[in-house]
């Protein structure tokens, strides 16, 4: 990172680490509520971490995986489910740099944030029409969509030409376009209201697809106008940094909560501080080792997917295992 990067990363820690303490007091809220409060959302957007993974021609930062993944298990550690939807949708700014420019200056042109996110998985069709196509379809688990102003859906698409089997693309519908369907009553991570997204017809002009074997590979028509080596990591095997980041925080979180607990906690009829229990600090030793150890393995691979991306280079099969 040059030096700029380095202070604007700086920064987004900073106001991260800042937020802990108030994610945690609104976290039984936003669970009960199923959906992240708006105060929430708005010190997000205010602290600049939606702008991570945005291109800098629409003031973005253009931060790496391995920043994304630590910004999102700091907020991991003050909610879990505000990690999830900051993470999913943070990290959609890639996606969508990866459309062509006249849809990424619909979704960040001016100081509009453009929130985006995603269903990656083919669970609608698309049908060509002049100009582009009518997209309908069912998706689910779609993270984010009660903040987010674009959703990509990925739809089998056809070709125009007669005979051609369906090809998966991914499309940018504007939330307006979309039906959310209420279907997240779930046990854990309640606030990130997950729910179904329907479509019914809505027609996408071209110039908002892009195809699945596009990104998969690590290409579309953005990375003409966006040629950081960000934009040219393949979608798929990138997709599950975002999400596993949150569990990160949690883990952290709970292992200082936990500490903190047995630091005021006596061991019934000798009185010993429990803290001073060797069993205890053993378990404490393996948590914290497990943790640290997590942290390592991922932030190395991110390390080594950002390098091989920034010489130019694709990443191998094993590197995407």
Same mark, same amino acid.
């Given at each position: ?5 380095? $202070? ?7 106001? $991260? ?55 999102? $298990? ?76 674009? $959703? ?170």
């Amino acid at each position: 990172m040059n030096t700029s990067a380095i $202070a604007s990363y700086a920064s987004l820690r900073t106001s $991260a680490l800042d937020m802990v303490p108030r994610l945690r007091a609104r976290a039984r809220v936003a669970e009960e509520a199923r959906r992240l409060p708006q105060e929430t959302v708005d010190e997000l957007k205010d602290a600049g971490l939606f702008a991570i993974q945005k291109p800098a021609r629409y003031g973005g930062l253009e931060l790496g995986l391995e920043e994304l993944v630590d910004l999102v $298990a700091i907020v991991g550690r003050g909610c879990g489910s505000t990690a999830w939807v900051y993470g999913v949708t943070a990290g959609r700014a890639l996606l969508l740099a990866k459309f062509g420019d006249e849809v990424q200056q619909e979704v960040w042109a001016g100081a509009n944030d453009g929130l985006i996110t995603s269903c990656i998985t083919p669970e609608g069709t698309a049908d060509r029409v002049p100009g582009g196509y009518r997209v309908t379809g069912h998706w689910h688990f779609v993270s984010g969509i009660d903040i987010a102003d674009w $959703a990509v859906f990925c739809a089998m698409a056809e070709t125009g030409r007669t005979g051609d089997p369906r090809v998966p693309t991914y499309f940018a519908i504007p939330i307006s376009d979309c039906e959310v369907i209420d279907t997240w009553h779930v046990a854990g991570l309640a606030a990130t209201g997950s729910r179904d997204v329907k479509v019914s017809g809505a027609f996408v002009p071209e110039h908002r697809t892009v195809s699945m074997t596009d990104l998969r590979e690590g290409g579309g028509p953005g990375t003409q106008c966006n040629p950081a080596g960000l934009y040219r990591l393949p979608l798929i095997a990138i997709n599950p940094y975002p999400i596993l980041a949150p569990v990160i925080g949690m883990a952290e979180a709970a292992l200082e909560l936990y500490v903190r607990q047995t630091s005021e906690r006596r061991t019934a009829g000798t009185g010993v501080p429990l803290v001073q229990n060797q069993m205890v600090q053993m378990r404490v030793a393996q948590a914290e080792s497990e943790i640290d150890a997590a942290k390592a393995l991922v932030a190395q691979d991110c390390r080594d997917a950002m390098a091989t991306v920034a010489r130019g280079e694709s990443l191998t099969v094993e590197q995407r295992i």
